[in-house]
Nanobody
Framework: QVKLVESGGGAVQPGGSLRLSCVAP????????MGWYRQTPGRQRELVAS???????RYADSVKGRFTISKDFTTYTVNLQMNSLKAEDTAVYYC??????????????WGQGTQVTVSS
């Protein structure tokens, strides 16, 4: 069974930084679009950042210039460095592995979610 294992959430004051990490199985990490989404109560899950293979990195407008997504192919880890955090960044953050269309039909995978709270 495919599992995405997240770590790094927590509480921080406005202006602070956090780093989220997600380890994926080797059989999907090199081939799937790895990314991060977030969700707050009563709202739809929204894209934060994603790294499609061979394509431009995508960021939500609200995090551009503050968040950086990266991948480590030696550890099959996707990281999200979050700087200059704001209260509105408070959410549950989910790691995602989305199956690209060129691989044909299949399923996407999600992590269990990690809470990020930005508060003074």
């Amino acid at each position: 069974q495919v599992k995405l294992v997240e770590s790094g959430g927590g509480a921080v004051q406005p202006g602070g930084s956090l780093r989220l990490s997600c380890v994926a199985p080797g059989e999907i990490f090199p081939f799937y679009t790895m990314g991060w989404y977030r969700q707050t109560p009563g709202r739809q899950r929204e894209l934060v950042a994603s790294m499609p293979n061979g394509e431009r990195i995508r960021y939500a407008d609200s995090v551009k210039g503050r968040f950086t997504i990266s991948k480590d192919f030696t550890t099959y880890t996707v990281n999200l460095q979050m700087n200059s955090l704001k209260a509105e960044d408070t959410a549950v953050y989910y790691c995602s592995a989305k199956r690209p269309s060129e691989l044909g039909p299949g399923v996407d995978y999600w992590g269990q979610g990690t809470q990020v709270t930005v508060s003074s």
